[in-house]
């Protein structure tokens, strides 16, 4: 395939694209749910515990896109918890938790400074340096998350309403927001290697609020969301390629741009 | 009329405050049951319990088999970042044809909002909108926390009234929240007053008589309008459950 391309594309810039476009498919409906469900503080700190889960992986030398992985979906499962018993009152409680794990993952990245644990590719991606096994690995996780999506689309919207109502008309909420909270680590997990920590949940919002203003029903909210995230990435791509700006946060830039646009779009109206 | 729901002896407690005290009651087929009571005292704790949305500390509430019940919580908040229309609002869960959505609006008389976007109606219509919801589902048993929340007084007493044919209508059994009687009481078979424990219960003529009633709310039958005034040194026998006389 790379062949084929190579003339127009070298084929690192054909991968971050790929990879880029694949998170901001999944970024699109996700991040919908944390616009509604106003979660963006959850994200956060899931995001933010990211990091401690690249730190503990160099250190227990494991492979860093696991330990990543587990890391997020262990903390997801522990804000499930406490939402549950109701610790997590207060946004205080959740700021607290979120850069407390951002700064401990700090302090045992910089502990190992010899090495070379380069942590500002955690902390604002490194999407110009994914490799094929990156690619499909991230294609692969993005396409089950929207599967899932799709699959809890609406007792998902139902619990987004109101969760007592949908409680009482039958739908299991404990189980479908617990999924909501994993699906959720599982795009953070993977979205880290395209914007990274600092970045993950401008990306999950950003096009979400953008296609607010465009958008009649959730689904096509959701649509929207993905289309102009895919859009932001290749815009992003395109300034990093031909002026060197980071990839990440000029895909976040060019997201942002984007929801100013849809703002004047809608004002327009 | 067969029974419905019971619940006795049910007791909850949240942080060393005992929010409800052997709280026990009986709903029959079609009754229309009003829970009344000061702000604090338990009334949606105990709707929340009956829903089976919190868990008693103590005490068992039990339905007839195959009961369906419609809700109609206190508050809604939808954030206003979602686009759902009316029409999707009530097709959320469940399935549901839109001539039946189109028929339960038209029920409570908003069948002109189908299209609006939920974040965009009044109290009142909200209101309507989610007892429309509420009824979509026939339902055996309509749970109705504040149902006249928001609703200016003409439209509540049209608000009620609308509950009492429903009633009629679907046959089904009512339970509502309220904090003032008057409105409320000619719709309405059985009162339980509540103020963490049962005060009083019975049929609204004679509440409105009782000496725990008139403790609890003072004496403003006459006036139009329900003013509060909840006295708090007042005593009763705990957990009989019965009138003071």
Redesign the interface.
């Known amino acids: 395939m790379s062949g084929l391309i190579n003339p127009i594309m070298p084929e690192f810039l054909l991968l971050s694209l790929f990879t880029g476009l694949s998170v901001a498919v999944v970024a699109g409906p996700l991040g919908c749910f944390v616009v509604w469900r106003r979660m963006a503080y959850f994200g956060d700190t899931l995001a933010h515990s990211a990091l401690l889960g690249v730190s503990f992986g160099w250190l227990l030398s494991i492979n860093l896109n696991i330990a990543v992985t587990c890391g997020c979906l262990l903390l997801a499962l522990l804000l499930v918890v406490a939402q549950q018993k109701r610790f997590l009152a207060t946004d205080t409680l959740l700021g607290i938790l979120s850069h407390a794990t951002l700064a401990l993952g700090l302090v045992i990245a910089s502990a190992q400074s010899n090495t070379r644990l380069d942590i500002s590719a955690y902390l604002f991606g490194d999407l110009l340096a994914v490799t094929r096994g990156d690619t499909l690995t991230i294609a692969l996780l993005s396409a089950l998350v929207l599967a899932a999506i799709s699959y809890l689309w609406r007792p998902l919207l139902a619990i987004t309403v109101d969760e007592d109502l949908a409680k009482v008309e039958g739908v299991s909420v404990f189980w479908v927001r617990t999924s909501l909270m994993l699906l959720m680590a599982l795009v953070i997990a993977i979205a880290m290697k395209v914007v990274g920590v600092l970045l993950i949940t401008a990306l999950l919002i950003i096009p979400a609020a953008a296609s607010r203003r465009l958008s009649k029903t959730p689904e096509q909210m959701a649509i929207y969301a993905s289309i102009l995230g895919m859009l932001a990435v290749c815009g992003g791509l395109t300034s990093s390629f031909w002026w060197d700006t980071p990839a990440g946060p000029s895909i976040v830039l060019c997201a942002a741009l984007l929801f100013l646009a849809s703002l004047l779009l809608s004002r327009g109206r | 009329m067969t029974q419905l729901l019971s619940a006795t002896d049910i007791c909850f407690q949240r942080d060393d405050k005992a929010i409800l005290q052997n709280v026990s009651l009986e709903l029959q087929r079609g009754e229309i049951l009003t829970l009344i009571g000061p702000n604090g005292a338990g009334k949606t704790t105990l709707v929340?319990i009956l829903?089976?949305?919190l868990h008693a500390d103590s005490g068992s509430v039990q339905f007839a088999p195959g009961v369906s019940?419609g809700?109609m919580?206190q508050k809604?908040?939808?954030?206003n970042?979602?686009?759902?229309?009316v029409y999707?609002?009530l097709a959320?869960?469940?399935k549901t044809c839109r001539a039946e959505v189109v028929a339960a609006l038209q029920r409570v008389g908003v069948n002109d909002l189908i299209n609006t976007e939920m974040t965009r109606l009044s109290g009142g219509e909200l209101q309507r909108v989610m007892l429309a919801?509420a009824i979509l589902?026939k339902p055996d048993l309509l749970?109705l926390d504040e149902p006249v929340q928001g609703v200016d007084i003409s439209g509540q007493s049209q608000l009620y009234r609308l509950i009492g044919q429903l009633r009629t209508e679907l046959g089904s059994a009512v339970v509502m929240v309220s904090h003032d009687l008057h409105l409320v009481m000619a719709q309405t078979d059985t009162v339980v007053c509540l103020n963490h424990h049962i005060c009083c219960h019975g049929h609204p003529e004679h509440v409105s008589v009782d000496p725990a009633f008139l403790e609890l709310f003072g004496r403003q039958q006459d006036t139009g309008v329900a003013v509060y005034t909840h006295h708090h040194d007042h005593q009763h026998r705990h957990g009989s459950g019965e009138c003071l006389d």
């Open positions: 929340r829903l089976g949305l019940v809700y919580p809604l908040f939808i954030d970042t979602m686009p759902l229309s999707r609002f959320l869960t469940g919801r589902r749970v």
